[in-house]
């Protein structure tokens, strides 16, 4: 069984930066593909960030050029380092994880509160 926990939410001003963090318990990381997404209230979860296979990246064209996706498979962590933040990215931050395979089964972390003041 797979689990996501993220961290590093928080309260910023806008123009400053956070880095989240997505820790994945289980076996077969490698297998997965992982993912931010967000979602801010009375909105659709968005897709933010993508590792796929090979550590070819997606991004939103919102938060290209400030944000970037990255993987420690030693420490099995999805990392989402996020810089010039703007209040429009205010949401709840979940990890996803997707197994690239066969079932093609998803898994969702609880998400965490990025908060960004003008």
């Known amino acids: 069984q797979v689990q996501l926990v993220e961290s590093g939410g928080g309260l910023v001003q806008a123009g400053g930066s956070l880095r989240l963090s997505c820790k994945y318990s289980?076996?077969?990381?490698?297998?997965?593909?992982m993912g931010w997404y967000r979602q801010a209230p009375g909105k659709q979860r968005e897709l933010v960030a993508a590792?796929?296979?090979?550590?070819?990246?997606n991004y939103a064209d919102s938060v290209k050029g400030r944000f970037t996706i990255s993987r420690d498979m030693a420490e099995t962590t999805v990392y989402l380092q996020m810089t010039n933040l703007k209040p429009e990215d205010t949401a709840v931050y979940y990890c996803?994880?997707?197994?690239?395979?066969?079932?093609?089964?998803?898994?969702w972390g609880q998400g965490t509160q990025v908060t960004v003041s003008s």
């Open positions: 996803n994880a997707q197994l690239r395979y066969g079932t093609r089964q998803e898994y």
């Open positions: 590792m796929l296979s090979g550590d070819r990246t």
């Open positions: 289980g076996n077969f990381f490698s297998l997965h593909d």
